[in-house]
């Protein structure tokens, strides 16, 4: 049978850096393949998408070495149209790839490009969103819908294109688990059906359930490994792309040792920030109701829920970003309404989601010194405080880095740069809206690294979709669903509470089910088997390659008779 | 603010006709009532527009902070320029009253010819906001395109609809991301310096904005848009009422612009 995409000993250098963003790398794609393409950020995954797709070298100038073929037939030699009829693309942000007004529209974009007849288009477009079940949202404006449902009708626009083969760039990245497994699942039903899948994402255990055929893992543009699923759990480096708890426990024996960041102590008599019969709103959109909540001064408290549950709302509160429309937000006791924003500014850093949302100024030092300047500081002291901040994230070894323009810094860069831009304010507790979205295991553990260990912080609250991340490093868990918050427990705690994980588009990761497995509730006055890292309460949970270590050495033997876990390279159910 | 487009109309009478119908009859409408100085013949087309707008079903709710925005401003409009600083031609008659401060005197022609002009302001809103608020906003782009605009233009009128409110959303969150560093507009009078404190929030926005549009063009590209044929999926014909509706703003513009020619309606009509 002929492959779909073949890509032969291709490298690619981009012309207008002069850098080689992928070297020698082959990939065949046949009917019915679902390959997973992963590794860290920088990798040269984006750019192996773009070959493919014939972005490269259609619209980016490139030089391009080796042979991609798509259809059996060069795509040099074909128009990125034409491919399109081929390989669809979906992006990581549906936003940006959604260009229709209505879901109509937008399913109709590729159908109506290509010139088909109306009759075959409203075929097409009735065909599709029936099949990724999105009919009833046919008329609404996709300026209206959720981060799943835009997720849902990109897909939907790709299909109407009737391609072979879609490649998908990071389709975990901005969402929720339910969706995310919503959107995976039809793109397993797609390769089921006779077509074929790239799927770029650095969550490998959340991919295998949807059992790739093949991996290729790249690390600074050069493949490292390309095969089955097995042979690349067993070499897959543990700290750089995040893999099944099972697996974890099985090379255990190669984990990396984990330094847990300090924490500050310190007792809470006031609640840092206090929700008393809260309700908050968006003008008549009432997002969050009936929030009773404290969080304390020296505490870490993840924030997890599903898209468009009002978690970055429940903590936009802090800073006046919203208003209460009942009840009262109290900040170290007193109402938030009473503070000046140069008061909260000092109090809480808040770090948004998307780096680039504040750099405007030309320099490193220009964009530092911003904030401060306004809250009334000399020079002598932002200087001072500038350069504290960027050891704090371990910017200061950049070559001339106060000098830098701020969008010249790598995307990683930029994000510990905002962090440096919250901390520079001398902030107590620091805000963190997703964090990690999108980032592979190594950037998302050296960020939250930075963010923890900052000297003036006493506390940190984060928003997250990443389930194992909340268990790792929170104290406390709150979930918000629905306009409420249903949950807010300790980690082990919310891992043992099986009601959650079938609600609140949670979905229980293998580490939920090793915790729950594997960390009973100790009796009182009994002592813990596997205890949590130094400095964190009762009811966190380990880290994983910590509690993974544990595990492995509570194990009988090789023969694993008697070993709870599923053998390397199976999935958990 | 929602800077959502408000298809308000929806079911209406004129939300049924061709989206054309909609973008011509202000442009015929304007061939009317321009140039003509005489307060009758602007109150028969204003009749007309009012019908016209009737028939757009939008309710009163939704667009009163836009009329009222509207009319405060033509309000003032008009007074500063008929009112305060009339030409000599439309001044004439006994005065009933000079101005203060500015020592115009007012006569029945100049209250006339300001009350022409207002009108013919808000017969023109009258026509125009159905375009606005009866027009379905998937429909913008190809109704251009069949009125001759290029397929790119025609789409990029479909894409300002699209990412009007994202752009709007991140400029809200550029402002709150500042904000949180003690950014606060300026309240200076010198207008180099207010310009100059909205960097904070115009630089990001603009280079957010560029960067996103990359994304959105390469996802258009490999949706194969760019090509010398596309078909819109939306069918736009003209039934009976489209053509009945257009024929009479045609017929009013026709007899107006005649009627202007031989000099019936230069002349500012007092009572």
């Known amino acids: 049978m002929t492959a779909l995409i073949e890509v032969r000993d291709a490298s690619v250098r981009y012309l207008s850096t002069g850098q080689a963003a992928l070297g020698a790398t082959s990939l065949t794609v046949g009917p019915g393949d679902l390959t997973l393409v992963t590794g860290p950020s920088g990798c040269g995954k984006s750019t192996l998408l773009r070959l493919l797709n014939g972005l490269i070298p259609h619209a980016y100038r490139a030089e391009v070495c080796g042979e991609v073929l798509v259809g059996g037939r060069p795509v040099a030699a074909r128009t990125i149209r034409d491919i399109s009829t081929i390989v669809g693309t979906m992006l990581q942000d549906p936003r940006r790839q959604i260009v229709g007004t209505t879901v109509a529209a937008e399913i109709a974009f590729g159908p109506e490009n290509l010139g088909l007849p109306r009759e075959e288009i409203r075929r097409r477009v009735e065909e599709v969103a029936g099949r990724v079940g999105v009919t009833h949202l046919l008329d609404r404006a996709t300026a209206g819908l959720s981060g799943g449902e835009l997720q849902m009708v990109a897909f939907a626009g ?114 840092r920030l206090e929700y008393q019969g809260v309700a908050l709103a968006y003008g008549p959109r009432r997002v969050l109701t009936g929030v009773d909540l404290a969080l304390g001064a020296h505490e870490r408290v993840a924030v997890l829920g599903p898209n468009g549950a009002g978690k970055s709302t429940l903590l936009r509160a802090a800073v006046m970003l919203v208003a209460a429309a009942r009840g009262e937000v109290l900040v170290d006791g007193s109402p938030v309404a009473e503070r000046s924003i140069a008061a909260l500014a000092t109090t809480f850093g808040y770090v948004f989601q998307n780096p680039g949302q504040a750099l405007f100024s030309a320099t490193v030092g220009r964009e530092l010194a911003f904030g401060p300047r306004n809250l009334g500081r000399g020079p002598e002291q932002i200087a001072r405080d500038s350069a504290d901040v960027l050891r704090a994230v371990l910017l200061d070894g950049e070559k001339d880095i106060m000098d830098r323009p701020p969008r010249t810094l790598s995307f990683g860069q930029q994000r510990r740069l905002t962090v440096a831009l919250a901390l520079v304010m001398r902030p107590r507790t620091l805000i963190l809206d997703e964090p990690t979205a999108g980032q592979d295991l190594r950037t998302t553990t050296a960020f939250l690294g930075h963010a923890l260990a900052a000297e003036s912080v006493e506390s940190v609250y984060f928003i997250t ?68 890292s130094p400095g964190r309460g009762a009811g966190s949970v380990p880290h994983p390659f910590d509690l993974a270590r544990a595990l492995s050495s509570h194990a009988p033997g090789p023969s694993g008779s008697s070993n709870p876990f599923p053998q390397e390279g199976t999935t958990c159910s | 603010m929602d800077v959502t487009p408000r298809y308000l109309g929806a079911g209406s009478f004129l939300s049924r006709r061709d989206p054309r119908v909609l973008l011509l009859v202000p442009v015929l409408h304007l061939a009317a009532v321009a140039g003509i100085d005489d307060l009758r013949p602007v109150l028969a087309c204003t009749a007309v527009a009012l019908l016209y707008y009737r028939a757009a079903g939008i309710p009163w709710r939704g667009v009163r902070a836009n009329w009222t925005f509207m009319l405060t401003f033509t309000t003032l409009l008009v007074i500063v320029n008929s009112v305060l600083t009339p030409a000599d031609t439309r001044s004439w008659g006994s005065v009933l009253f000079t101005v203060p401060l500015a020592h115009t005197d007012v006569t029945w022609a100049t209250l006339s ?159």
């Open chain 1, 465 to 532: 979709h990443d389930v194992d991340l909340a268990l790792t490093y929170a104290d406390r868990v709150v979930v918000v669903d629905k306009g409420r918050v249903v949950a807010d427990a300790s980690p082990a705690e919310l891992a043992r509470d099986e009601s959650v994980w079938s609600k609140a588009g949670l979905r229980a990761t293998s580490l939920v089910r090793a915790v729950r497995d594997h960390l009973p509730p100790a009796p009182p006055g009994a002592s813990e088997p596997l205890r949590p």
């Open chain 1, 158 to 271: 790709v299909l109407a294109m009737a391609p072979r083969v879609v490649v998908v760039d990071e389709p975990l990245a901005n969402l929720d688990p339910a969706a995310s497994l919503r959107l995976m699942r039809e793109i397993r039903r797609f390769v089921d059906e006779g077509g074929a899948a790239v799927v770029v994402e650095h969550r490998v255990e959340e991919m295998l359930e949807f059992g790739p055929g093949e991996v290729l893992y790249l690390e600074d543009g050069a493949t490292r490994y390309l095969g089955p699923v097995e042979g690349f759990l067993r070499m897959a480096p543990a700290g750089h792309v995040k893999l099944p708890f099972p697996t974890l426990v099985a090379r255990a024996g190669e984990l990396p040792a984990v330094t847990p960041p300090p924490r500050r102590e310190g007792e809470d008599a006031v609640p």
């Open chain 2, 113 to 271: 010819y300001a009350a022409t002009i207002l009108v013919r302001y808000v017969s023109l809103a009258m026509v125009g906001f159905p375009v606005a608020f009866a027009i379905a906003p998937a429909d913008f782009g190809v109704a251009f395109a069949r009125l001759g605009l290029s397929q790119r233009l025609a789409y990029g009128v479909d894409l300002t609809f699209r990412f009007l409110p994202s752009t709007w959303a991140s400029l809200r969150e550029t402002v709150d991301a500042q904000r949180l560093r003690g950014y606060e507009h300026s309240r200076s009078r010198n207008p180099v310096k207010r310009l100059l404190t909205l960097r904070p929030v115009v630089v990001p926005v603009t280079v957010n904005a560029l960067v996103d549009a990359e994304d959105t063009v390469n996802a258009m590209d490999l949706r194969a848009f760019g090509g010398r044929h596309r078909t819109w999926m939306r069918e736009l014909a003209f039934d009976r009422a489209d053509l009945l509706v257009l024929g009479g703003f045609a017929a009013m513009a026709a007899a107006m612009l005649v009627a202007r020619i031989l000099g019936l309606t230069q002349t500012v009509w007092v009572p």
